[in-house]
Nanobody
Framework: QVQFVESGGGLVQPGGSLRLSCAAS????????TGWYRQAPGKQRELVAA????????YYSGSVKGRFTISRDNAKNTVYLQMNSLKPEDTAVYYC???????????????????WGQGTQVTVSS
């Protein structure tokens, strides 16, 4: 069973940057798509970015497109989320997970991913 551990969160000022890491263990990581979602109090859960096994296909929500970049290094079993130009609205707990087997790429809802990690807190505040 693949397991994920998120890290890299913290407190940053508006306009700053953070790089989140999602370290995975398991034999199927390299052939599975991986996604990041975030959860903030009072807001709906949002799938913010996803990447397929080869890195050739990526997805971004409209709220982060152009500011965030998702990438992966299968040799290190790690997926990254580079977060630039951070805004207070980006404050949330960020989670990574594996796309469910058989789930279509066109389905980019948080429910199409599983094996979520414990999350890492991102706080954007001056």
């Amino acid at each position: 069973q693949v397991q994920f551990v998120e890290s890299g969160g913290g407190l940053v000022q508006p306009g700053g940057s953070l790089r989140l890491s999602c370290a995975a263990s398991g034999s199927i990581f390299s052939i599975s798509a991986t996604g990041w979602y975030r959860q903030a109090p009072g807001k709906q859960r949002e799938l913010v970015a996803a990447i397929n096994w080869s890195g050739g296909n990526t997805y971004y929500s409209g709220s982060v497109k152009g500011r965030f970049t998702i990438s992966r290094d299968n040799a290190k079993n790690t997926v990254y989320l580079q977060m630039n130009s951070l805004k207070p609205e980006d404050t949330a707990v960020y989670y990574c997970g594996r796309k469910r087997p058989g789930s279509r790429w066109s389905n980019q809802q948080p429910t199409s991913y599983d094996n979520w990690g414990q999350g890492t807190q991102v706080t954007v505040s001056s």
